[in-house]
């Protein structure tokens, strides 16, 4: 069954980056996408990054510009790069994965940004 792991969380002061990481098992084909969610507690959990099979990404345009994914298929890894992190980026992010019909099904265990 398919495992992700994420790591690379931190507490950081503002203005500083982060590289988040995400190594991923039990994928049998390169189709999928993947993408990075954050959750604050109380509120939704929220999309931040996606990359689909093609390689298209797609940023929330609260991060857009800030954010980067980008995944390593021959080490089976997925980044998010993060720059200029602000305070409002404190959340769990966590990393997640999609079946064969393109859905999020699949969720690390989070990883905690905090940012000051």
């Known amino acids: 069954h398919v495992q992700l792991v994420e790591s690379g969380g931190g507490s950081v002061r503002a203005g500083t980056s982060l590289t988040l990481t995400c190594v991923t098992s039990?994928?049998?084909?390169?189709?999928?996408?993947m993408g990075w969610f954050r959750q604050v507690p109380g509120k939704q959990r929220e999309k931040v990054a996606l990359?689909?099979?093609?390689?298209?990404?797609h940023y929330s345009q609260s991060v857009k510009g800030r954010l980067t994914i980008s995944e390593d298929k021959a080490k089976d890894t997925v980044y998010l790069e993060m720059n200029n992190l602000k305070p409002e980026d404190t959340a769990m992010y966590y990393c997640?994965?999609?079946?064969?019909?393109?859905?999020?099904?699949?969720w690390g265990q989070g990883t905690q940004v905090t940012v000051s």
């Open positions: 039990g994928y049998t084909d390169d189709g999928h996408c």
């Open positions: 990359i689909g099979s093609d390689r298209a990404t």
């Open positions: 997640a994965g999609c079946d064969s019909l393109g859905t999020f099904v699949y």
